[in-house]
T-cell receptor, first 115, second 117 residues
Framework: GDSVTQMEGPVTLSEEAFLTINCTYT??????LFWYVQYPGEGLQLLLK?????DKGSNKGFEATYRKETTSFHLEKGSVQVSDSAVYFC??????????????FGTGTRLQVTL | GAVVSQHPSRVICKSGTSVKIECRSL??????MFWYRQFPKQSLMLMAT?????????EQGVEKDKFLINHASLTLSTLTVTSAHPEDSSFYIC?????????????FGPGTRLLVL
């Protein structure tokens, strides 16, 4: 079945440090890949997505590139801020004919950014 | 952007009562919505897929008689937790599927925290 593996957290960084959160996947078919962010006490917000190989999703300084050869979608940011502290979820969905595509989530990676 | 709301954001109820949670897509129509449950510091667990005008599809292990789902319109799905018990206390999150051509993207509501006393 489909699955997403994320690096375990928590990840603790100082402000302005470089961030990488690893994500790899296994899927049947050709998945779309997503990063969602969850701030404390809130629901998930779509951060970025990529729908085909070599696509790069980007938003708010975050980037992730869909790497089919390594089945990866690592999240990166060049300079993190305290306000980036949250839980980040990698997810995939595979387009199904006739039924809605379900999201398969990774376990989430908690990021803590300190001054 | 695509906005999904949930109501209420927090609810406290007594054991044995029923609680209804609403999920609305505010600026797009959603034939499909999803209901998730999230335990503290864990990922989201898909409970069911809510289909407008038809019965919901429940994931294995989710009691359909306990978690009633109604998707009466293209912008509203409701989850009713019937005869709630303390173990039902959790963070419930809905999402709505937005179609753009053949691309599907789920947009999530802010979640509802349920506490059953």
């Amino acid at each position: 079945g489909d699955s997403v593996t994320q690096m375990e957290g928590p990840v603790t960084l100082s402000e302005e440090a470089f961030l990488t959160i690893n994500c790899t996947y296994t899927a049947t078919g050709y998945p779309s890949l997503f990063w969602y962010v969850q701030y404390p006490g809130e629901g998930l917000q779509l951060l970025l997505k990529a729908t085909k190989a070599d696509d790069k999703g980007s938003n708010k300084g975050f980037e992730a590139t869909y790497r089919k050869e390594t089945t990866s979608f690592h999240l990166e940011k060049g300079s993190v801020q305290v306000s980036d502290s949250a839980v980040y979820f990698c997810a995939l969905s595979v387009l199904n004919t006739g039924t809605a595509s379900k999201l398969t989530f990774g376990t989430g990676t908690r990021l803590q950014v300190t001054l | 952007g695509a906005v999904v709301s949930q109501h209420p954001s927090r609810v406290i109820c007594k054991s044995g009562t029923s609680v209804k949670i609403e999920c609305r897509s505010l600026d797009f129509q959603a034939t499909t919505m999803f209901w998730y449950r999230q335990f503290p510091k864990q990922s989201l667990m898909l409970m069911a897929t809510s289909n407008e005008g038809s019965k919901a599809t429940y994931e294995q292990g989710v009691e359909k008689d306990k978690f009633l789902i109604n998707h009466a319109s293209l912008t509203l799905s409701t989850l009713t937790v019937t005869s709630a018990h303390p173990e039902d206390s959790s963070f419930y999150i809905c999402s709505a599927m937005r179609l753009a051509g053949v691309q599907e993207t789920q947009y999530f509501g802010p979640g509802t925290r349920l506490l059953v006393l």
